[in-house]
């Protein structure tokens, strides 16, 4: 099966990042623009947290604050659960499932090569699993011969 860092290099590395001090309302402008639905929160290059849509949703909404004026370390999750690169699929799988995360920062020792979504997990396990099946299917039925 494959690993976070083939899935990485198929996905690409760009990592999305803000600063603890900027606004929700930043963060969520930002996250409409880049389509993505989380973001890592640095701080002189160390990160410090990661902010989510559901952050913002159960964070903001429900307890009446202003997006506007809400800085992101006042909400952003600390405690980040992250990945190493070498990791397999199926345990970030596990992972996200027993945490129930939807977005993990993917490590190489101490750097940061990427963020990786729930959605991008199940994708490249369903890519897999087809390529997986195409290839049974091809040796059942003497295929190439």
């Known amino acids: 099966m494959s690993t976070v860092r083939d899935m990485i290099r198929k996905k690409g590395s760009e990592v999305f990042s803000v600063s603890p ?6 963060v969520l402008t930002m996250m409409a623009k880049y389509n993505t639905g989380a973001l ?5 290059n160390k990160v410090e947290g990661i902010i989510s849509e559901r952050d913002c949703v159960r964070k903001m909404d429900l307890e009446g ?15 980040v659960v992250y ?3 070498s ?3 199926e345990e970030c799988m596990a992972l996200m499932i027993d945490k129930n995360i ?30 997986m099946i195409s ?4 040796y059942i039925t003497g295929g190439g011969r």
């Open 40 to 44: 890592v929160v640095v701080r002189s």
């Open 135 to 138: 290839q049974l299917e091809h």
């Open 83 to 85: 990945v190493e690169a």
């Open 65 to 79: 604050r202003s997006s506007k004026t809400t800085k992101v370390s006042e909400i952003m999750t600390s405690k």
């Open 87 to 89: 990791q397999q699929l």
């Open 21 to 26: 001090d900027v606004t929700v309302f930043e």
């Open 102 to 131: 939807r977005h993990l920062p993917v490590y190489d020792g101490k750097e940061l090569l990427g963020l990786i979504s729930v959605r991008d997990v199940l994708k490249e396990v369903v890519d897999v699993q087809k390529f």
